[in-house]
């Protein structure tokens, strides 16, 4: 069965080819070229929903079967990944409280070198080197810094972002007029859907 599918597919997407090349030079410029572009819409999007279904029948079996073993996986390795998430959350803490406690004890031996008080250098060189130690295991630590919080008004411009998804709402909410807000220009388009 998948050989022949297969076959289909390769013979559909060689006769299709010279269709979308003639399919891509269609310019709709008045109510007969409308017309045409109107009828291809129709016979691409019912021989889509053809190959759809024939690749469903050919798959159907398949995508069902993996469906119920991934279903069978999926509560197990969901708490699996809860685990992770939470020892990595502990480690994480525990690197980051280390490395703090490294870099207050070099900040110490710079202040006590500075002051020419060598025992307490010593001392907090070597607080210095107890923390930051590699601690046993396998996993791996890569510090990185990560966005606690915003002050939205001090916040430089740029780092301002648009909320696409609130202004497509706002402009499908929209009536016949496009929505005033400022800064933003809308544009009017026709949403085509075809019929098979």
């Not at 010593?122 to 966005?147: E, I, K, Y």
Request: negative net charge; contains cysteine; glycine residues 6%.
């Amino acid at each position: 069965m998948t050989d022949e599918a297969k076959a289909l597919a390769e013979r559909e997407a060689e006769a299709l080819t010279p269709v979308e090349q003639a399919v891509l030079g269609v310019t709709v410029t008045d109510d007969a070229s409308y017309q045409r572009a109107d009828t291809l819409l129709t016979e691409a999007a019912r021989h889509k929903a053809e190959l759809i279904a024939k690749r469903k029948d050919a798959t159907g079996g398949a995508y069902k079967t993996i469906r119920t073993i991934e279903g069978w996986f999926r509560p197990p390795i969901k708490i699996l990944e809860r685990c992770e998430a939470h020892l990595k959350q502990q480690i994480s803490a525990y690197r980051v409280a280390l490395e703090e406690r490294e870099r207050e004890a070099r900040s110490q031996a710079l202040e006590a070198a500075q002051a020419g008080d060598h025992g307490n250098m010593t001392a907090a060189l070597q607080a210095a080197s107890d923390a930051g130690h590699r601690p046993p295991g396998r996993s791996a630590a890569r510090f990185v810094w990560t966005v606690d919080e915003v002050d939205i008004d001090k916040l430089p411009r740029q780092y301002l972002t648009i909320d696409w998804s609130a202004l497509s709402l706002a402009a499908k909410d929209a009536g016949e007029e496009p929505p005033d807000i400022p800064g933003v220009t809308f544009k009017r388009e026709a949403r085509i859907s075809a019929r098979k």
